[in-house]
């Protein structure tokens, strides 16, 4: 039940190393002691964490172990002890180390993680009380003071609110160490449920406790939109507007279908699996004015808000929902629907949107294309990346004179 699994690219983790390191670094700086880090894996068993999470806890651990802080990783499950434990080991199995280390230290290194490494049952009240006695006769025992804890949910959003209260209730580090939460889209299913776990989420943690994380802007295409625009801000200035840009398309193609993932698939479709999501991100990044500071998370939230602000949104006449041939198939057979049984769930969908605003680009994310002129200016591609990728072009107008060299 977790978000599109398959799109992870291989090197995903490494953006969720930088997701740990930032909630890390900004807690572990100034500090001298030698200081404990605990880090509980909620999904510790599912799909994700099997594919990326756990090798990127690994490369955390590799990259931060020897700079004086210690660590225990708590892979956290509703499955029942002796099963969650033989999931957890067939996952960390896997493990693999950077290409330059040498057999042998690669091998005691990760026979130190697996040291670090338990599986618990994490499934009641009491469940997590026990937890949270473990973390501290653990830091007793062994005489560390504790630095912080970071839980990572990789669990459906259904359960976010009850993991957040008991973690509220019983899993608070004592004074003068942090707690920090890291949360994965989607991020309830409409505008709605999003409000309300917003506020459910905000009455258990404060607001610098939660990291809120969309995978998809760890991308290289996509984490490179901003630099690109701004290292080339002399040559793009005066072109990255309405007066020069046609319209910018915004393209994410999959090679890989539902199969398998029909469950989360029917509950939320293309729209909000992909589309308000990742696409809305890459569309801010591609439409707003460029902050002065692109380093500065501040600004380039403000400069994101102020292109939702004046997008005109989408009209339901002009939009375009689809779905693959077989997918009404494969959920007949996945969730054992009768024969009649037709899925109404898109899993193509594209549309316009008319940014009125400024100097501003008018953008279109998804839509299918037909070119009509050569494409000038900038597209960025993943580097080496399969077939399946996403896309961000630029359309100048092809009328003659007005074309750049
Ligand atoms: C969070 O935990 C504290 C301490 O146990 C408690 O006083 C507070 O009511 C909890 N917050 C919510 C919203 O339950
Ligand atoms: C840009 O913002 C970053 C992050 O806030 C800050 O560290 C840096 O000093 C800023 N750069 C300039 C030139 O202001």
Redesign the pocket.
């Known amino acids: 039940m977790l978000a599109e699994p398959f799109n992870w690219q291989p090197g995903m983790w490494k953006m969720l190393i930088v997701v740990m390191c930032v909630a890390l670094l900004g807690c572990l700086q100034a500090q001298e002691l030698q200081e404990h880090v605990s880090i509980i894996l909620l999904g510790a068993t599912g799909d994700l964490a099997k594919k990326y999470l756990w090798q990127g806890l690994f490369q955390l651990y590799l990259d931060e172990a020897g700079r004086g802080h210690s660590f225990s990783f708590h892979g956290a499950a509703l499955t029942a002890p002796k099963q969650g434990q033989e999931l957890m080991a067939k996952a960390l199995e896997s493990l693999s180390c950077p290409k330059d280390m040498a057999p042998s230290h690669c091998a005691e290194e990760k026979d130190q993680f697996l040291q670090l490494s338990r599986y618990r049952q994490l499934k009641t009240a009491e469940d997590y009380q026990a937890l949270n006695k473990d973390i501290e006769a653990q830091l007793q025992h062994a005489g560390l003071r504790e630095a912080g804890r970071i839980f990572y949910f990789s669990v459906p959003p259904f359960a976010y609110a009850d993991i957040a209260r008991n973690i509220n209730s019983s899993c608070r580090p004592g004074p003068g160490a942090w707690l920090r939460v890291v949360l994965e889209k989607p991020f309830g299913h409409d505008h709605f449920s999003a409000q309300q776990l917003a506020t459910e989420l905000g009455s258990f943690f404060q607001e610098e406790e939660m990291y809120r994380v969309d995978h998809y802007l760890g991308k290289q295409a996509v984490a490179q939109i901003l630099p690109f625009r701004d290292q080339n801000r002399k040559a793009l200035d005066s072109l990255w507007n309405r007066h020069h840009v046609e319209r910018v398309e915004i393209i994410m193609k999959e090679t890989v279908d539902a199969e398998g993932r029909t469950s989360f698939y029917e509950e939320y479709g293309v729209i909000r699996d992909v589309l308000q999501n990742h696409l809305t991100e890459v569309l801010t990044l591609v439409a707003m004015e460029l902050p ?2 692109v ?5 380039v939230l403000r400069h994101k808000l102020q292109v939702f602000q004046a997008l005109r949104g989408l009209q339901r006449g002009s939009a375009v929902v689809g779905q693959y041939q077989s997918y009404s198939e494969q959920v007949r057979r996945e969730l054992q629907k009768p024969d009649s049984f037709h899925s109404l769930t898109p899993t193509f969908a594209g549309g316009p949107w008319g940014r009125a605003w400024g100097t501003g680009l008018p953008t279109s994310p998804g839509a299918a294309f037909q070119s009509r002129c050569p494409w000038v200016g900038w597209r960025g591609l993943e580097v080496g990346s399969p077939p399946g990728c996403s896309e961000a072009r630029i359309a100048f107008p092809c009328l003659p004179g007005v074309l750049p060299a």
């Open positions: 002065l500071n380093s500065s998370a501040e600004a």
